[in-house]
Structure formats: C-alpha cells, structure tokens
C-alpha cells in the first residue's frame, strides 16, 4: 500500500464443475499472476473450489470433503504469496451446510464467511442445499483437526485497509450485510458472485455495486462465476467490477472463454476521508450494529513501492474526461448558474445587470450566463449592461473581443476608459504612475469595480461578479476591487473548468461571428491586464507565468479541498497525471506557490459575495471552508520542502 491506496483484484478463473483439483490450479495460477500484479487481496467467484453449479453433488460427502482438502492444499502451494486471497466453498457446520467464502493468506486459513441471503426463487434453489450463516449455532468449525472462526459478521483488518465480505445474493438484499459491515468498520467489500446472465441484468448489477459502494464509502470488489460452470440451463459470463465510492473504477470483459484478472486500486484514505466529514455515515449506528459481537481477523499488507501503480489519474479532476459526460456536466452547471442568477434579480426586484467584460475567459461566462438568465426570465437583454473599461495594459485583441461579444449577444455596450482616473487617483496618492507595483495594479481593479458599483446603483442593476473559484483559491484577486461584486455566479467554477463552459458553448450553442470569438477567448493567454503591453501590442503580463499553471493549481486544490490530502500524496498523483508534462521540480515548485497563497490569502475569501455551489469543491466561508485568516501554512510547506 502507497499513499493509502490498496491494490486489488477480481479474478474468474477457468472452471470445470465439481472437479476441485482442476480448480485449485486455476485459482493458483491466477492467484500468482496476481501477486506478480502486485495485487494485495483477491477475490475468487462464488463456490470457486467445486463450481456453484454442483446441484446436489453438493450432498455428496465425496465432494465435501474433498473441497476441504483441496482449500488445505491450495493454502500450502501458495504460502509463500502474502496476498489475501478469499475463495468459495461449500462448508460442514455442525448439522448444517453453508455457501462459505473461506480466507486465507501465507498458507495459513483465516476464517469463514458464511452466505446470509439465500436465493432460492425462479432459477434458483440453494435452499436446497445451504443454511443461511445467520442460523448457525457456533462461531468455529473444526478441519484437519484445528479450528476456525466462522461468522456472518466478520472483518479481516489490515494496516488501513478492513475487509467485509458478502456473497452474491447479499448485496440484493434490502440492507444487504455490508451495509452494517461498514458501519463496524469495513472499508473494503468483497463480493464472491456466481450470478448467471439475462439481457438487461448487468447494467442493473453494475448500478447495485456502484450504489453500494456510495452508501458505504467504501471499496467494492465483485467476482463472479465464469466459462465451465454448467450451461444446462443457466449461462455465467465472469463478470467483474471494482468500484470505489460510487465511482466504478474497473469492469471486466464478459463472456470471455479464458481466464480473467481485473486489477485495480482502492484509496482507502480518501474513503477514511470522507466518512470523517459525513455526518450521516455512523449516525445511530448503534441502533443496527450494537448487538452484532464483530470479529475481527487481522492479517497484514506489506507497503508497494508504487512501481505497479496504474491507477488513471485524471489532471483536470473538475472536467469529465468523456464528450458525453462532459456535454451533460456542461448543461447541469449552466442549469444551476441561471437557476440562482434568477432567484437573485426576482428577490432584489431587479430588471437590469451590470458585467464588466475584458475580453477573458471569466467575464465571457459570467456575461453568456447573465445572458441566458434575462432569456428564462423573459427580460431583454438589452438590459444588461456590458462595460469594457480599458486600462494601462489592455490590448487590442481583448478589447476587440469583449465589444465583438457585447454586440455579438444584442447586450449594450458602455466602454469607460480608466487610464484618466487612474492618473488622477495615481497624483492624488503620489504615485508616479510609472512603477508598475501592486498599487499601480490595484488601483486599476479597484477602479473598475466603483464604475460597475456606481453604474449598477444608476441602473438600478446588480453587478455580476466574474472571478472563479481557481482566483479565489489563489487570492489572484484584488481585494475590494474585482474581490467584490453584488452576486459571484463564477465562485464555484475552476478556472480548468471555464475554459471548457466557453469553448462548450462556443462548438454546441452559437455559431458564426461569436463562435469565432469565443474560441479566440478561449484561446487567449489569461492575464488581469494591468501591466502595459510589450513592444508589439501583446499581452506582457500573463498569470500562469507569474503564479503557475491554472491546470496544476486545480489539481492541487481538487485533491486538497476534495479529498483532505496530504502534499506528498498530491505530488504523488500529480506526478502520475503529468508525467508527459511536468517535471517533478516544476510540480514541486507551484504546489509550494499553491499552499503558500492559499493560506495567505484566506481573508479574502472569509469575506466573499454570495455565489452559487457548482460541485463538490467549494470554499465558500458560509457553507463548506471554514478558516482562520492566520493559519500557518508552515506543516505543509515543510512537508513539501522533504519532497524529493
């Protein structure tokens, strides 16, 4: 395990009905393979060892025992693997005989977990054969003369990493067991399957395993029966899911006449993580867990150096990395960006808005918002006020572009220059106007912000607010000046993000002359434009030069915000995300920038207009980040200073 990642595996082996010598070896084989893989626990089908299918061979004394000798026998073949390798059995318990999951790892047997929820309707019959593990009277079971635990309502527990098992039918149940196995502590889930194919059940099975995953926050690893269980009437298409906290991670190609392994891995971190900060997760757990005696098994997990690591880790973690998923992302945020603009004008009795456009990314989309929110509202847009105010280092090409998209959306243009009143402003203070400083900076975006305030107040308008949440993140904002608006409908949205929204809308809303300069927006290097242009007219002041790259930054902040991680972990995922792109110096370097800023520059955000939550990243000082303006960034700036 490397940053509290785990390494699993779904293994559905080649199988040949109620012959367990033949099995043992395909279990072994796949077992080594996925040793080889790194993986630290595996997964086996549902009654793996003699085949699901057996029927009533199941009451043959022939097949039980030799079940029993063939696990013993897997076990000393193996005991030289450390991986935690679960399979499926058929068990003797007392007076009774249960589906079992049996545990083992290093050649050693660790216990039994028995099959709750029997499924014994339509083509099912294990009634027939099997007890439900709720009915035994003992918790141990003696083989080859030594005893093993044996219960519903066990945890095998690792360093980080606790394993709960269910099998097959359990997780359809309506509180299925894993459910109160997570609640005593479970992070991983086990699932030994055997079940058959109908058109239309794996797409239903799949949602089961990710919704599991979800209500648990936890890991989900499912394993079921694959060719050579028997065809006589039932068909099993070895399928294969990993899912992680709703997310599926991993699924295995069906119908395959071969053996398969699906391996994945699991951030047991993340899933500690969020249950710490979801105050429903163990609320009145007492009330289903409190008279279930748990036991618990440890057994250990050697720490991976991380090399086998193949884990996709996505570097724009705020963008869905699929056209489908993203046109749908794209839609639901506009959806809510109008919803709350909308809400905002009915309750201030507003017909009229205000939007200070420069030609970037930020105010492009605040204004094609405000755009769309005067349509649903049914208010012309010619109320809406667009104001260009150019500055000191406004250049042609942005200028251009916001009085092209002004026009171009039928909103009013109003272009106010700041260059006079600056110079003013500049010998009222005694400043020499020439030294370009952070109050020769300052005082342009402060500048900007009373003409909109003022403007707004005569119109009777509301000043719509274009910084983004990356900005905000950053404190690349100056205070009191484009800090501030009267509604920040950009305050949930990366800066990553934005990009995407324009250029979205750019290829599936308009066409023409603004989807020309929508992309050119797009296309634009991002800068606030308070530094005069160099010699040829271009923008000489670009952010990502001055405070790194946007796309960097959000990584750090996704991971950071979303996830509570540390900077060795982020480094670690950042390093796999942009191998291509950064080197390791360059990512250690902004990440120092990053904390460094976001520390400091909490005092803005604590004073922040109100805006609308977008997703699960938000820092919002009335619903998600709550902190101290004086924080000490000094734990994790040292921990990035160790980084190597």
């Given at each position: 395990?490397?940053?509290?990642f785990?390494?699993?595996?779904?293994?559905?082996?080649?199988?040949?009905?109620?012959?367990?010598?033949?099995?043992?070896e395909?279990?072994?084989?796949?077992l080594?393979?996925?040793?080889?893989?790194d993986?630290?626990?595996?997964?086996?089908?549902?009654?793996s060892?003699?085949?699901?299918?057996c029927?009533?061979?199941?009451?043959?004394?022939?097949?039980q025992?030799?079940?029993v000798?063939?696990?013993?026998?897997?076990?000393?073949?193996?005991?030289?693997?450390?991986?935690?390798c679960?399979?499926?059995?058929?068990?003797?318990?007392?007076?009774?005989?249960?589906?079992?999951a049996?545990?083992f790892?290093?050649?050693?047997?660790l216990?039994?977990?028995p099959?709750?929820?029997?499924s014994?309707?339509?083509?099912?019959q294990?009634?027939?054969?099997f007890?439900s593990?709720?009915?035994?009277?003992t918790d141990r079971?003696?083989?080859?003369?030594?005893?093993?635990?044996v219960?519903?309502?066990m945890?095998f527990?690792?360093?980080?990493?606790?394993?709960g098992?269910?099998?097959c039918?359990?997780l359809?149940a309506?509180v299925?067991?894993?459910?109160?196995?997570?609640?005593?502590?479970?992070?991983?889930?086990?699932?030994?399957?055997?079940s058959n194919?109908?058109?239309?059940?794996?797409?239903?099975?799949?949602?089961l395993?990710?919704?599991?995953?979800?209500?648990c926050?936890?890991g989900?690893?499912y394993?079921?029966?694959?060719?050579?269980?028997?065809?006589?009437?039932l068909?099993?298409?070895?399928?294969?899911?990993?899912?992680?906290?709703?997310?599926?991670?991993?699924?295995?190609?069906?119908f395959?006449?071969?053996?398969?392994l699906?391996v994945?891995?699991i951030?047991?971190?993340?899933?500690?993580h969020?249950?710490l900060?979801?105050?429903s997760?163990?609320?009145?757990?007492h009330?289903?867990?409190g008279?279930?005696?748990?036991?618990?098994?440890?057994?250990?997990?050697?720490?991976?150096?991380g090399q086998?690591?193949?884990?996709?880790?996505?570097?724009?973690p705020?963008?869905?990395?699929s056209?489908?998923?993203?046109?749908?992302?794209?839609?639901e945020?506009?959806?809510?960006q109008?919803h709350?603009l909308?809400?905002?004008?009915?309750?201030?009795?507003?017909?009229?808005?205000?939007?200070?456009?420069?030609?970037?990314?930020?105010s492009?989309?605040?204004?094609?918002v405000?755009?769309?929110?005067?349509?649903?509202?049914k208010?012309?847009?010619?109320?809406?006020?667009?104001?260009?105010?150019?500055?000191?280092?406004?250049?042609e090409?942005?200028?251009?572009?916001a009085?092209?998209?002004?026009?171009?959306?039928?909103?009013?243009?109003?272009?106010?220059?700041?260059?006079?009143?600056?110079?003013?402003?500049?010998s009222?203070i005694?400043?020499?106007?020439?030294t370009?400083d952070?109050?020769f900076?300052?005082?342009?975006?402060?500048?900007?912000t009373?003409?909109?305030?003022?403007?707004?107040?005569?119109?009777?308008?509301?000043?719509?607010?274009?910084?983004?949440l990356s900005?905000l993140?950053?404190?690349?904002?100056?205070?009191?000046?484009?800090?501030?608006?009267?509604?920040?409908?950009?305050a949930g949205?990366p800066k990553?993000?934005?990009?995407?929204l324009?250029e979205?809308v750019?290829?599936h809303?308009?066409?023409?002359?603004?989807?020309?300069t929508?992309?050119?927006?797009a296309?634009t290097?991002i800068?606030?434009?308070?530094?005069?242009?160099?010699?040829d007219?271009s923008?000489?002041q670009?952010t990502?030069?001055?405070?790194?790259?946007?796309?960097l930054?959000?990584?750090f902040l996704?991971h950071?915000?979303?996830?509570?991680a540390?900077?060795s972990?982020?480094?670690?995922?950042?390093?796999?995300?942009?191998?291509?792109?950064?080197?390791?110096?360059?990512?250690?370097?902004?990440?120092?920038?990053?904390?460094?800023?976001?520390?400091?520059?909490?005092?803005?955000?604590?004073?922040?207009?109100?805006?609308?939550?977008?997703?699960?990243?938000?820092?919002?000082p009335?619903?998600?980040?709550?902190?101290?303006?004086?924080?000490?960034?000094?734990?994790w700036?040292?921990?990035?200073?160790?980084?190597?």
């Open positions: 395990m490397i940053h509290g785990v390494r699993v595996a779904a293994a559905i082996p080649l199988l040949q009905v109620a012959d367990c010598e033949y099995n043992i395909q279990i072994e084989h796949l080594c393979k996925a040793a080889m893989q993986a630290r626990i595996v997964v086996f089908p549902e009654l060892i003699t085949g699901y299918s029927m009533d061979l199941f009451a043959q004394d022939s097949l025992q030799q079940a000798a063939a696990l013993f026998e897997l076990t000393r073949r193996t005991r030289s693997i450390e991986t935690l679960i399979v499926g059995m058929p068990l003797i318990v007392g007076s009774r005989m249960v589906n079992a049996a545990v790892q290093k050649g050693k047997v216990g039994f977990v099959k709750t929820c029997m014994n309707s339509r083509e099912y294990e009634r027939r054969w007890a593990g709720s009915e035994l009277q079971v003696t083989l080859n003369g030594n005893d093993y635990p219960s519903t309502n945890l527990a690792g360093e980080k990493a606790t394993v098992i269910e099998i039918e359990d359809w309506p299925p067991p894993s459910s109160l196995l997570t609640m005593q502590g479970a992070n991983i889930i086990v699932n030994l399957s055997a194919e109908l058109t239309g059940k794996n797409e239903y099975l799949k949602s395993v990710q919704q599991q995953s979800a209500r926050i936890a989900y690893v394993a079921a029966a694959g060719f050579g269980e028997s065809s006589t009437d068909v099993f298409a070895g399928k294969g899911f990993i899912a992680e906290n709703g997310v599926l991670l991993g699924e295995a190609e069906r395959p006449i071969c053996e398969k699906l994945g891995e951030d047991v971190d993340c899933l500690h969020d249950r900060v979801s105050s997760f163990m609320q009145e757990a009330r289903f867990t008279n279930r005696p748990v036991i618990r098994i440890p057994f250990s997990l050697p720490e991976s150096d086998t690591f193949a884990r996709a880790i996505n570097p724009l705020f963008v869905p990395s056209d489908v998923a993203l046109d749908e992302r794209c839609n945020i506009f959806s809510i109008v709350a909308a809400r905002r004008m009915e309750y201030a009795q507003l017909q009229a808005a205000v939007v200070g456009v420069s030609g970037g990314l930020d492009t989309l605040a204004l094609l405000t755009a769309m929110t005067f349509d649903a509202l208010i012309p847009r010619r109320q809406i006020t667009g104001v260009t105010m150019p500055g000191f280092g406004t250049t090409r942005t200028r251009g572009n009085i092209q998209l002004i026009r171009s959306l039928d909103v009013t243009l109003k272009e106010i220059s700041i260059v006079d009143a600056c110079r003013q402003h500049f009222d005694g400043h020499d106007g020439a370009h952070a109050t900076e300052n005082a342009q975006a402060r500048e900007r009373q003409i909109l305030m003022d403007l707004a107040n005569k119109l009777n308008g509301l000043v719509v607010g274009t910084g983004d900005e993140a950053l404190g690349w904002t100056t205070f009191n000046g484009d800090h501030m608006s009267m509604y920040a409908i950009n949205i990553t993000l934005v990009r995407y324009v979205w750019a290829k809303r308009v066409d023409g002359e603004i989807r020309t929508l992309l050119d927006i296309d290097p800068s606030p434009e308070l530094i005069p242009a160099d010699k007219g923008i000489s670009k990502e030069e001055l405070i790194g790259f946007y796309e930054h959000d990584f996704y950071f915000m979303r996830y509570g540390s900077p972990k982020i480094y670690f995922l950042a390093q796999k995300a942009f191998r291509k792109k950064y080197t390791k110096d360059v990512i250690k370097k902004w990440m120092s920038v990053f904390f460094r800023r976001f520390f400091t520059q909490q005092f803005k955000r604590n004073c922040l207009p109100d805006g609308p939550k977008v997703g699960s990243v938000s820092l919002s009335r619903c998600d980040w709550r902190m101290p303006s004086d924080a000490s960034a000094a734990l700036l040292k921990e990035i200073d160790g980084l190597a």
